[in-house]
T-cell receptor, first 113, second 111 residues
Framework: SAVISQKPSRDICQRGTSLTIQCQVDSQVTMMFWYRQQPGQSLTLIATANQGSEATYESGFVIDKFPISRPNLTFSTLTVSNMSPEDSSIYLC??????????FGSGTRLTVV | QKEVEQNSGPLSVPEGAIASLNCTYSDRGSQSFFWYRQYSGKSPELIMSIYSNGDKEDGRFTAQLNKASQYVSLLIRDSQPSDSATYLCAPDGGGNTPLVFGKGTRLSVIA
């Protein structure tokens, strides 16, 4: 199955600033998925990122707040913009590789102060 | 989006017992499902997938799919304290679609 390297693993940020999270996959994948996991909650899908096109966002998530880049088939970034304490969550990327199912990055624990 | 319902728990079982985790779904078009396990502070990891009606066994884990009743379950035999985690169920939308998880069930195995 695919191996995903996600950075940073954690960060503490000031409100009003932005943080960019990176995911690097060890093989080419068509789609990459970004999730948010708020404290004590399940994973919520933010958006689906396809190489060479704009990401598709789920209801409640907008591009201005969570811009995503997908420059090639092995890499993607998610930016959390103009952060507020409510953005404090774990952010995860995920890919699917055929019969191996879905693999997740190790997550980025974000705290906004 | 295809959605599933799970009892958030916590479900507490004694060590050595069978833990039964359930997931119901409303979309009759859902053909197959994944079970993921998530330890606190870690990312989800795949336990099993099930694609056809009936049971699928892998070690101490058995997944069951009942399409007529629209539920999928995960049985953990001889539960161990190391099985304490949140268990997430999700339908397989196929192709390049993302996983959409239920709320997850928190399992606590008491030594």
């Amino acid at each position: 199955s695919a191996v995903i390297s996600q950075k940073p693993s954690r960060d503490i940020c000031q409100r009003g600033t932005s943080l960019t999270i990176q995911c690097q996959v060890d093989s080419q994948v068509t789609m990459m998925f970004w999730y948010r996991q708020q404290p004590g909650q399940s994973l919520t899908l933010i958006a689906t990122a396809n190489q060479g096109s704009e990401a598709t966002y789920e209801s409640g998530f907008v591009i201005d707040k969570f811009p995503i880049s997908r420059p090639n088939l092995t890499f993607s970034t998610l930016t959390v913009s103009n952060m507020s304490p409510e953005d404090s969550s774990i952010y995860l990327c995920s890919v699917r590789q055929g019969d191996y199912g879905y693999t997740f990055g190790s997550g980025t624990r974000l705290t906004v102060v | 989006q295809k959605e599933v319902e799970q009892n958030s728990g916590p479900l507490s079982v004694p060590e050595g017992a069978i833990a039964s985790l359930n997931c119901t779904y409303s979309d009759r078009g859902s053909q197959s499902f994944f079970w993921y396990r998530q330890y606190s502070g870690k990312s989800p990891e795949l336990i099993m997938s099930i694609y056809s009606n009936g049971d699928k066994e892998d070690g101490r884990f058995t997944a069951q799919l009942n399409k007529a009743s629209q539920y999928v379950s995960l049985l953990i035999r001889d539960s161990q304290p190391s099985d304490s985690a949140t268990y997430l169920c999700a339908p397989d939308g196929g192709g390049n679609t993302p996983l959409v998880f239920g709320k997850g069930t928190r399992l606590s195995v008491i030594a």
